[in-house]
Structures are given as structure tokens and as C-alpha cells.
């Protein structure tokens, strides 16, 4: 399977712990976005990178949030001192960038904060 | 503020009955609708897409329909099977994003 794959898929954690969450995009896809989406609601932007480069960061993404997308491959989201409200699918997906490209998501990872 | 406004909430049909969720924006500058379906535990699907210069496009049991002019734009699942059942959400891109719809919960009874 060459689709977008996120690791892990569930990850229980107490708050003020630490976490990072993996995500591989399609191989030829230059463009890597992360959403977070919350139980009834649509996926909410977070970043987006091109190739290596990080390009936009929601308001959503506070100080706690850090993405990285090294050699603009893989991507790593890591969420600091994590809180209760940090509960949610966290949803990677990628595509080609650009004007009527879609783009394709991975089946998340699922975070529950204790 | 919600780009892309999604309606209803949620849909029961019955199976071999027509399927319509409705979405409505107001930015201008999105060229690009996708529609994804998305089942418990997984990660949203692409179903279809449109773009603004269409005004509608079919693939098989599923059909956009886009009024440029009202700023609304409609998924229509033809023959609509148990199998459907998911929830629905529509999409608007412009310049680096994607911005979603609420989500249809869709259910399709035998």
C-alpha cells in the first residue's frame, strides 16, 4: 500500500507528557499538510509544509506544537506538555501542491489525553 | 469562523433513495471542491472534485453540482446503498488551503 501512513495510531499519554506522532506521505508528493480533527467536526488545518520547508502555521498551532518535515520526507508532529484539550485525531496528508490538486489522507493517529 | 458551511448534520435515506448535502462559502478566491467520505476509525477519503468552471461533474453514483453565482455547491449520491453509510464532508481550497465542512453524517437503511 503506497498511501499515506501515520504512526502511531492510538496514543494514550497523561497530561504534561510529551508526544510525537509520525506521518509518511506519498513518496512523490511535495506537499505535506497536518489537521487535527475533534469528534463531529471537519479537519482543521494546522501546518503545512513544501518539501522541507514549513510555509503556514494555523493560530491553532500554539507554542506547545512543533512540526518537522526533515529532507522533505517523513513528518513529525510533537505536541509539548500535552492537556486535556489536545485530545483529537490528528490527520496527516499529502499531495502535488498547486491550483485543483487534491490531496490524500492517512488514517490518523488518535490521541486521548489522561 | 466556519469558510465552508455544511448542511444537514445528519441524513437517513432509504437504500435505492437520492442522497443531497449541500455546502456554501463566501470566499470568492476557492478553486478547487473536493468531497471526502470518511468512516469510523479512518481517515477522510476523496470521493469527487470540481472545479469552478464546471458546473457539474459525475463519476459513477456520485454527482457535484456547482452554482458559481449562489456560492453553493451539492453532492448527490444516486441508487444510495447501505454501504454509504459515513459521514460526508465538503471542501474549498485556495491558494496553500483546505478548509472543511462540518461533516453529514449519511445513514442509508436496508
Known amino acids: 500500500d503506497t498511501g499515506v501512513s501515520q504512526d502511531p495510531r492510538h496514543k494514550i499519554t497523561k497530561r504534561g507528557q510529551n508526544v510525537t506522532f509520525r506521518c509518511d506521505p506519498i513518496s512523490e508528493h511535495n506537499r505535506l499538510y497536518w489537521y487535527r480533527q475533534t469528534l463531529g467536526q471537519g479537519p482543521e488545518f494546522l501546518t503545512y509544509?513544501?518539501?522541507?520547508?514549513?510555509?503556514?502555521k494555523s493560530r491553532l498551532l500554539s507554542d506547545r506544537f512543533s512540526a518537522e518535515r526533515p529532507k522533505g520526507s517523513f513528518s513529525t508532529l510533537e505536541i509539548q506538555r500535552t492537556e486535556q484539550g489536545d485530545s483529537a485525531m490528528y490527520l496527516c496528508?499529502?499531495?502535488?501542491?498547486?491550483?485543483?490538486?487534491?490531496?490524500?489522507f492517512g488514517d490518523g493517529t488518535r490521541l486521548s489525553i489522561l | 469562523q466556519q469558510q465552508v458551511k455544511q448542511s444537514p448534520q445528519s441524513l437517513i435515506v432509504q437504500k435505492g433513495g437520492i442522497s443531497i448535502i449541500n455546502c456554501a462559502y463566501e470566499?470568492?478566491?476557492?478553486?478547487?471542491f473536493p468531497w471526502y467520505q470518511q468512516f469510523p476509525g479512518k481517515g477522510p477519503a476523496l470521493l469527487i472534485a470540481?472545479?469552478?468552471?464546471?458546473s457539474e461533474k459525475k463519476e459513477g453514483r456520485f454527482t457535484i453540482s456547482f452554482n458559481k453565482s449562489a456560492k453553493q455547491f451539492s453532492l448527490h449520491i444516486m441508487d444510495s446503498q447501505p454501504g454509504d453509510s459515513a459521514t460526508y464532508f465538503c471542501?474549498?481550497?485556495?491558494?496553500?488551503?483546505?478548509?472543511f465542512g462540518t461533516g453529514t453524517s449519511l445513514t442509508v437503511i436496508p
Open positions: 509544509f513544501q518539501n522541507e520547508a514549513q510555509l503556514e
Open positions: 470566499n470568492t478566491a476557492f478553486d478547487y
Open positions: 496528508a499529502s499531495g502535488m501542491g498547486g491550483r485543483g490538486q487534491p490531496q490524500h
Open positions: 470540481i472545479r469552478p468552471d464546471v
Open positions: 471542501a474549498a481550497f485556495t491558494g496553500n488551503q483546505f478548509y
